[in-house]
């Protein structure tokens, strides 16, 4: 990677976002079976969901996650209202209220296992939170990478819009 002006700093990860929104008069929900809120008997199953995230869209190798933070991470989803898409028996999609401020809620950790993705599963979980939180409040933002078309496309079939740029990188 590119180096900084400092030497031996390089930046190891490097991010392009579109910070997006919805509110609730642009909001077009997607109803999907089995779209359901996250329960605490949920916690192994949004754990090892939020490993897979941290493996796929952070380029983490598998044996670098730390476990107990995932579990500390699905608690906080699930007590945070995380809701999540059950197929065959196991939960493969979620999605999770990241931050809640007055006026806004910010979702995140959306992420469906690659084996059920195109099947709207990561519409029916965004959809579900957007229109609970959207009940209290004026927007609903998400970040999505620039380059992940799937994602693009999902959010804005659910009525969201591009607001800003945001970019995030790793310095090693």
């Known amino acids: 990677m590119s180096q900084l002006g400092h030497p031996g700093l390089k930046i190891s990860f490097d991010e392009q976002d579109y910070l997006c929104d919805v509110g609730r008069t642009r909001?077009?929900?997607?109803?999907?079976e089995g779209v359901r809120r996250a329960t605490v008997s949920d916690l192994p199953q949004?754990?090892?969901l939020r490993a897979?995230?941290?493996?796929?869209?952070?380029?983490?190798?598998?044996?670098?996650?730390?476990?107990?933070w995932c579990l500390r991470a699905a608690?906080?989803?699930v007590a945070q209202?995380?809701?999540?898409?059950?197929?065959?028996?196991?939960?493969?999609?979620?999605?999770?209220?990241?931050?809640?401020?007055?006026?806004?809620?910010h979702i995140g950790a959306v992420?469906?296992?690659?084996?059920?993705?195109?099947?709207?599963?990561?519409?029916?979980?965004?959809?579900a939170t957007c229109e609970e939180q959207l009940a209290a409040k004026e927007r609903v933002t998400l970040t999505v990478r620039i380059d992940n078309l799937p994602a693009l496309s999902a959010y804005a079939a659910l009525g969201f819009q591009r607001r800003e740029?945001?970019?995030?990188?790793?310095?090693a």
């Open 27 to 32: 909001l077009r929900p997607q109803r999907v």
């Open 46 to 48: 949004v754990a090892s």
């Open 52 to 68: 897979a995230f941290e493996c796929e869209y952070f380029g983490v190798a598998y044996a670098r996650i730390d476990q107990t």
């Open 75 to 77: 608690e906080r989803y």
């Open 81 to 105: 209202g995380a809701w999540v898409a059950q197929r065959d028996g196991c939960i493969v999609s979620m999605v999770a209220v990241e931050a809640d401020i007055p006026g806004i809620t």
């Open 111 to 127: 992420y469906t296992l690659p084996a059920y993705r195109g099947r709207g599963l990561a519409k029916g979980v965004t959809s």
């Open 165 to 171: 740029d945001y970019r995030m990188c790793r310095l």
